[in-house]
Each structure stands twice: as C-alpha cells, then as structure tokens.
C-alpha cells in the first residue's frame, strides 16, 4: 500500500477555533510532511519530520503545530483559525535514505468562515 | 535561491495532439527535478524525475521530460495527448520531500 491517507478530506473551521488534520501512512517512511496550497499558488512547505525531529519553516514557525506519536502518524495543529488559513493541505512522506518518491495523500481542503 | 517558473497557467490542446508543458528552474548546483500531476479531487502524483544522468527521462502514461543545463529548463512533452490527461501539472525541485513547486500549469483538452 503507497497510500498516504489523510482525515479528513473536508473541514470547516471558525475563525479563533483550533484545527486539527490527520495523516497516516504504513511505507514505514522516516519523513513526513505537511504542505499548503491555496489556488493559483505552488504547493509550500510548511513544516516536517524526519523521525521524531520537527522542523518547521522560518515563515510558518509560529502559525503552524505538529505532532508525530509514531511513525505512521502525524498532524497539523492550528491553534486560533484565521480566514487566511483557508487552503488544501497536503501530507506526503518519503523515505530519505533511499531519496525515493515523495507520495503525497489527497489532502484535506480547510475552509475558515 | 532554488526556484521553478512554469510561464504557462493553462494549456489547452486537441486530443491526440503533442504537448510541450514548460518549466525553468534556478537552482545551484546540479538539480533534482520532478514533474507532478494532481488529477481533480487527487494529491499529487509523481510522473517523472530528473537525478543527474540521462538528460531525458521517462515517465509514467507516456510522459517524459529533458534536462537541459544551458536552458535551465525542463519541459514536460507527451506525443499524443488523451481527455483523461486533463489535470494540473507541478514542475519542482529540491532534495528529498523538501520540494519546491512552480504555480502550475492547467491542461485542457479539447475533443
């Protein structure tokens, strides 16, 4: 299975109200990760995990929370949802000793009203 | 710094017709470059990928794509293009997951 699933697929938030999405997948990849994409712009990386070490990018550090319990999980915290935060978000993992594919889920598209 | 220009936001061609979906890319040093599409309602799927070697590299449904250093580019061709190639294509770069994606390009096809 070269699945990475995501939940859920849709998510209406409140602007102030914290937002959580979920990723798994079972590649037993070392690296997760979490992309943002909002329409008509590129996909952008928000933050990742290779093993348990986080590491988030400099634009996005105080705007975006992950977590990562074990190897096949990881989620996206968003503490106070602001309008902005509307978009698709991506998960993909990859395996970075091999360098293989970066296998990326369905996403999950958030709406904050 | 590392980036990637997909100068087309729609292409639209006939089916069965060639297609030539362009990419530039700033990148120092010898780039990894990727193509991927996102078919409606889909995450992205890889269809090929550029490691320094062979400068024409082959892809999955009939895709491939060349390297070329002197031009900094590396477009995506398909010799006949079919309705169910309809979607989104990223050109990016990078190492590993840590990608960089162009804005897009959006491929019709006509009937």
């Known amino acids: 299975d070269t699945t990475v699933k995501q939940n859920p697929r849709y998510k209406l938030a409140r602007v102030g109200k914290p937002v959580n999405l979920i990723c798994s997948q079972t590649m037993n990849h070392d690296t997760m990760y979490w992309y943002q994409k909002k329409p008509n712009q590129a996909p952008k990386l928000l933050l990742f995990y290779y093993d348990k070490i986080l590491n988030r990018e400099a634009d996005t550090f105080e705007k975006f929370q992950s977590s990562r319990p074990n190897n096949s999980f990881c989620s996206l915290y968003i503490g106070s949802a602001g309008l902005e935060y509307s978009a698709m978000y991506l998960c993909?993992?990859?395996?970075?000793?091999?360098?293989?594919?970066?296998?990326f889920g369905k996403g999950t598209r958030l709406t904050v009203v | 710094a590392q980036s990637v220009t997909q100068p087309d936001a729609r292409v639209t061609v006939s089916e069965g017709a060639s297609l030539q979906l362009r990419c530039k890319y700033s990148y120092f040093g010898t780039p990894y470059l990727f193509w991927y599409v996102q078919y409606p309602r889909q995450g992205l799927q890889l269809l090929l990928k550029y490691y320094p070697g062979d400068p024409v590299v082959q892809g999955v449904n009939g895709f491939e794509a060349e390297f070329s250093k002197s031009n900094s580019s590396f477009h995506l061709r398909k010799a006949s293009v079919h309705w169910s190639d309809w979607a989104v294509y990223f050109c990016?770069?990078?190492?590993?997951?840590?990608?960089?994606f162009g804005l897009g390009t959006t491929l019709q096809v006509q009937p």
């Open positions: 993909a993992s990859s395996s970075r000793d091999t360098n293989t594919e970066v296998f």
């Open positions: 990016g770069t990078g190492n590993t997951g840590k990608l960089i």
